[in-house]
């Protein structure tokens, strides 16, 4: 991933359980391969997974209802994807506005970033 999130605040979230979709938008991001900040309202967009799971960042056991581990996301605090033979995973450590954090897991997941101009 060419983007990332350190330090800023969401201001919109949204995720639709029966179309396996969650979208989280900001005001800014960092650009990783030119190393700048850019002030353009941007949406991080992941859909369309084969497992998804879930668990409060303090535990060590995975539940695979994810719904119990979403919520409001405030800030996406990390990031990771990687690949191997078997497919893709992604992997995401957020806080949530009612003060949780919560790790993220889903596998085959399709990741967008859309800038808007």
Do not use: H, P, Q
Not at 19 to 43: G, L, R, V
Not at 65 to 75: H, L, P, S, T, Y
């Amino acid at each position: 991933m060419n983007f990332c999130f350190d330090d800023l605040y969401s201001y919109r979230f949204m995720y639709d359980s029966d179309n396996d979709e969650i979208e989280i938008s900001f005001d800014s991001y960092y650009s990783k391969d030119e190393k700048i900040f850019i002030e353009k309202k941007c949406t991080l967009i992941i859909e369309g997974w084969t497992v998804a799971k879930g668990k409060l960042s303090k535990d060590s056991r995975w539940s695979s209802c994810i719904d119990r581990f979403i919520g409001v996301v405030d800030m996406i605090l990390n990031i990771e994807e990687s690949e191997d033979v078997n497919g893709s995973c992604l992997l995401m450590t957020v806080m949530t506005n009612d003060d949780r954090y919560v790790d993220w897991y889903f596998e085959n997941a399709k990741i967008k970033f859309v800038v808007n101009d």
